[in-house]
Structure formats: structure tokens, C-alpha cells
């Protein structure tokens, strides 16, 4: 180490403001008791600021509220900005958890890199959740299928038209209770192929979780609802299957095998990621490579595969129900791997199961 590094402190030392304002507890039961998904937050949220002169600092808990912004903030005009989406769970016997952090640490750098924006180390952006759960967690939902979502993200805040890196950042966790997903059971997804439009290219910000991607989903899943659909798929240049904007795909063959696009044009999902460690561990062969749309839709035809389905943090694991496109409609054989490791996961995550591979963190001790 030379003279003028200093090692990253363990922890940070945060300054924690209450929130006079806070819901009373009735209140928040009432939200509780159907929160639906991303339209109500709990009374505070973290925020640290980023320099290039302080590195992080400024570490806070405070009343959830408006950030203020010079309007010539990067972020508005360039879009550095990158996000993660975890939940916390509230088991049995009260405590909270949630699910492979560390990874979504880890990813949130990768997103970050790619943004020219400043790492958070990780041992910070989990040290921010617990933070936050420890004023925030009565708004951890205790029934059936609900959770807490966490939203950490970053942005750039330096008031400056020049087109570079900024200089000055924002990182925030904020977070918003989220009922079931499916409240009346699961029910298999509609998609529609995007032809006309893409989401990422070989070379582009695809494998980041940033805004951007999204701004340029917003059309074509306009377009699918149009069709009646009720999510989109996108093809990378050469016709290959990636991904849904906001979930990967995963296709499984009549042998049990489990087919999954590998590109670095699509978001490496943690959900996948685990549903396809469970799936191997019941004897499941996996393979992680391109999938083209006519190996899919042949499959269907020929029986091959036996099912498809999307996974993500927000809805855990969707079958897929229908694939459309100007020209063809293909219905999707139903089977019932999806649903099982839907539940296999959900119960480690609800602490109903063994966790096995270490995957939950305690957040409320
Ligand atoms: C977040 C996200 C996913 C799903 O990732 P999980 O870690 O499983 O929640 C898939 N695709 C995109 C584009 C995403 O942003």
C-alpha cells in the first residue's frame, strides 16, 4: 500500500435522522394490507454522498423525501445512473431477511463500471440495508407472498453540461412494501417478439442495470400491450433469443435439460441464476448459450420443449403462456418444472426450507 491510500473502512458511520412525519402504525397497516407493487414507501431512506475529491461520505438515514437537484445535474442529461432490485422477507419467527446481497453488491459495481461511475464497497451497500431495515422494519409485510422491495440506486448529481464522468454522486436505498404478485395464482405470461425494436447491442450497456434500458423497453412493451400481450421479448442482431427487459428466459427440454441465452447483451439475473443452481441440483443439465427463435419455436412445435418460462426478483418465476409475432402465435406447452422450483425457491426465501447454499442475510440483527 502506498503512502497516500488508506484501506475501506468495514463500516460506515452513519447519522441517523428520524422521521417526525412517520406513519402511524395504523396507517401502515392500511398500506399493508394490499400494497400492490412500487406505489408506497416506507418514512426513510439512505443516502451517501460520492466525491472525487471525499470518496464516499456524508453516510445518512433520513425522512424518506425529495432529493433537490441543480438542473444541470449529469444524471438529466447524460443518465448515469444505476440501480439493483432486492426484497426482504419477513419469516416465521419475526426476523427479516433477504437474498444473496453480496450478489447484487457485486452486480451493482459491474453496472456501475460500465456507467464510468464510482464503486460502493459492498460490505457499504449491505451495511446500507440493514440501516435502513433498522428504522424501516415494521414495513417488512408479514402476510403470505408479500415482501419488502429494496431499491438501491446511484446517480450522477454534479452540476455540469461537459460530457464526462461526474465528479459528484448520489447513492439511495429506498424501499416500497409489495403484495403477491399473482394474488389470484399464478397465470401463465403472453409475450410479445420484438421485431422491430431491440433492447441492447454486442458491445452496449445491455449487462448493466441502468435506467437507459429501460427508457428504450417503454416503446416496444407499448407495442406488445397493443397486441394484447402482456410482456415483450427481445432478439440480439444475429436472431438470437435475450431476454424480457426486466426478466431472463429460460427454456426446458423434453429430456430435462434447461437452455438459458448467454450474452453480454442481456442483465445476468440473480433469480436465474439460483432457480438454475436448485434445477442442477435435482440432476438437471444446464446450458448457457445462445438460444436462436427458430430453436424455440421449433421445439414447440416438435415437443422438444416442454416449457418456457421468465424469472426476476419482482415475480419469481412466470410461465410462459404464449409467444406472438406479426404472422404467428405460438401457445407454449404448460408443464409443471416452473411451478415447482417457483415454490422451491420462494420457500428458501420465506425461510419455509432449508437454505442450503448459505443464499439468505439476516437484516434485523
Ligand atoms: C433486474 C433484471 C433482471 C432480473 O434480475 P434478478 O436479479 O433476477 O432480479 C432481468 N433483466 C433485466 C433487464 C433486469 O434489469
Not at 316 to 338: M, N, R, W
Amino acid at each position: 500500500m502506498t503512502s497516500t491510500e488508506t484501506p475501506t473502512p468495514e463500516r460506515l458511520a452513519f447519522q441517523v435522522t428520524r422521521n417526525l412525519a412517520a406513519k402511524s402504525s395504523a396507517d401502515r397497516d392500511q398500506i399493508l394490507a394490499d400494497p400492490g407493487f412500487g406505489s408506497f414507501f416506507t418514512d426513510h431512506m439512505v443516502d451517501i454522498c460520492w466525491s472525487a475529491k471525499g470518496g464516499w461520505h456524508r453516510p445518512r438515514v433520513q425522512p424518506y423525501g425529495p432529493i433537490s437537484l441543480d438542473p444541470a445535474a449529469a444524471v438529466l442529461h447524460y443518465a448515469q445512473e444505476v440501480f439493483e432490485g432486492m426484497k426482504a422477507y419477513r419469516h416465521a419467527d419475526g426476523g427479516i431477511y433477504t437474498f444473496r446481497p453480496e450478489q447484487n453488491a457485486k452486480r451493482f459495481n459491474r453496472s456501475a463500471r460500465r456507467l464510468s461511475m464510482p464503486e460502493l464497497p459492498e460490505q457499504f451497500f449491505i451495511q446500507a440495508l440493514h440501516e435502513l431495515i433498522a428504522v424501516d422494519g415494521d414495513w417488512v409485510p408479514t402476510q403470505a407472498d408479500q415482501s419488502l422491495y429494496l431499491r438501491p440506486f446511484m446517480f450522477a448529481k454534479e452540476a455540469f453540461l461537459g460530457v464526462r464522468p461526474a465528479n459528484k454522486y448520489g447513492f439511495y436505498v429506498i424501499a416500497s412494501p409489495a403484495g403477491s404478485y399473482f394474488p389470484g395464482g399464478v397465470k401463465p405470461v403472453s409475450i410479445w417478439l420484438s421485431e422491430r425494436y431491440a433492447r441492447a447491442a454486442k458491445g452496449g450497456t445491455g449487462a448493466a442495470k441502468t435506467g437507459g434500458n429501460y427508457a428504450a423497453s417503454l416503446l416496444p412493451q407499448a407495442e406488445a400491450a397493443e397486441q394484447g400481450c402482456d410482456q415483450v421479448v427481445f432478439l440480439d442482431a444475429t436472431g438470437s433469443i435475450e431476454e424480457l427487459g426486466g426478466m431472463n428466459i429460460v427454456f426446458v427440454k423434453k429430456d430435462g435439460t434447461l437452455v438459458t441465452p448467454d450474452s453480454d447483451t442481456i442483465l445476468e439475473g440473480i433469480t436465474r441464476d439460483s432457480v438454475l443452481q436448485l434445477a442442477a441440483d435435482r440432476g438437471h443439465t444446464i446450458e448457457r448459450r445462445a438460444v436462436p427463435l427458430s430453436e424455440w419455436r421449433d421445439g414447440v412445435a416438435s415437443g422438444e420443449i416442454v416449457e418456457a418460462f421468465a424469472c426476476g426478483t419482482a415475480a419469481v418465476i412466470t410461465p410462459i403462456g404464449v409467444l406472438k409475432a406479426d404472422g404467428f402465435s405460438d401457445e407454449q406447452p404448460q408443464g409443471s418444472l416452473a411451478s415447482s422450483l417457483r415454490e422451491e425457491l420462494t420457500d428458501i426465501q420465506y425461510g419455509r426450507r432449508e437454505d442450503r447454499h448459505g443464499w439468505l442475510h439476516r437484516l434485523d440483527a
